[in-house]
T-cell receptor
């Protein structure tokens, strides 16, 4: 059981380049999330998808777009990367937003550096 | 809106010392509370969670946490830490929308 799988694990981009971070889960979860982790800032929510076909902004959505391709996959796109987007990105999933007592399951993370 | 505050950003202990990490949240309604651990270079893993019932929750690896509703707190404890507990610890809360909001994390270093 792979859980939540993210690709790539590491990436270096030049300022202005674009890229897509991929995330897939095999737990039949309805809800998926993208967080970024920065030193001293904890995890901040970028976007989330409560269910297939819906996406919503989180705390720090500027500079990002997302696509909920199907129930399994939730991708994060940087259209024009900036150094401020250097971070570690985590994808997570949970059975259903609004369901009491369930936790989020995390992928291994993508370490992105924008130079 | 919900928020989480972790009081200790960096904690350094010797093996066998006791641990308590503070966590306070703000949300007026029913909450789910979590502690996650992130070992160096790894993803976040759930240590324990609370959503109802006994406010003293036991998790993996000897960790426990106590939910005190009147204080909006969910502090993490371990009676005797080990070198392998060196990690970053995150408190999280999910309220009305049940989307987890995380604290800034506490970096724990345990010296052998």
């Amino acid at each position: 059981n792979a859980g939540v799988t993210q690709t790539p694990k590491f990436q270096v981009l030049k300022t202005g380049q674009s890229m897509t971070l991929q995330c897939a889960q095999d737990m039949n979860h309805n809800s998926m999330y993208w967080y970024r982790q920065d030193p001293g800032m904890g995890l901040r929510l970028i976007y989330y998808s409560a269910s297939e076909g819906t996406t919503d902004k989180g705390e720090v959505p500027n500079g990002y777009n997302v696509s909920r391709l199907n129930k399994r996959e939730f991708s994060l796109r940087l259209e024009s990367a900036a150094p401020s987007q250097t971070s570690v990105y985590f994808c997570a999933s949970s059975p259903r937003t609004g369901l009491v007592g369930t936790e989020a399951f995390f992928g291994q993370g993508t370490r992105l550096t924008v130079v | 809106a919900q928020s989480v505050s972790q009081h200790n950003h960096h904690v350094i202990l010797s093996e066998a010392a006791s641990l308590e990490l503070g966590c306070n949240y703000s949300y007026g309604g029913t909450v789910n509370l979590f502690w996650y651990v992130q070992y160096p270079g790894q993803h976040l893993q759930l240590l324990l969670k609370y959503f109802s019932g006994d406010p003293l929750v036991k998790g993996i690896k000897g960790f426990e946490a106590e939910f005190i509703k009147s204080k909006f707190s969910f502090n993490l404890r371990k009676p005797s830490v080990q070198w392998s507990d060196t990690a970053e610890y995150f408190c999280a809360v999910s309220g009305g929308s049940y989307i987890p909001t995380f604290g800034r994390g506490t970096s724990l270093i345990v010296h052998p």
